[in-house]
């Protein structure tokens, strides 16, 4: 886990929203992100992930304990605040 050593990286788990509803089973992928790419970065590297169509609107949702938490596209992964170990809906 030496990636996690320097401070900028994190991992967050994600699915593609309209995949889990086809599934029994929900399987969150792990990628490798930075507190300092833009939220639309994350969104563009997810999608080649899933090889989704890169022409339909998404939005992300941010699962927490608290509640889901709604992220727009325009700001940093660490404006967005996201942490280390978040799961993360891609949504269609």
Known sequence: MDYLKDENHLIVWFVLRPEIEKELGTSYLGMRARYNMTTNELLQEIL????ADK???YRFV???AAGDM???LNQTVREAG???G???QVIA
């Open 82 to 84: 996201m942490r280390n």
């Open 62 to 64: 941010l699962k927490r």
């Open 55 to 57: 022409d339909k609107n």
């Open 70 to 72: 709604e992220i727009s």
């Open 48 to 51: 080649d992930t899933y090889k």
């Open 86 to 88: 978040d799961c993360l």
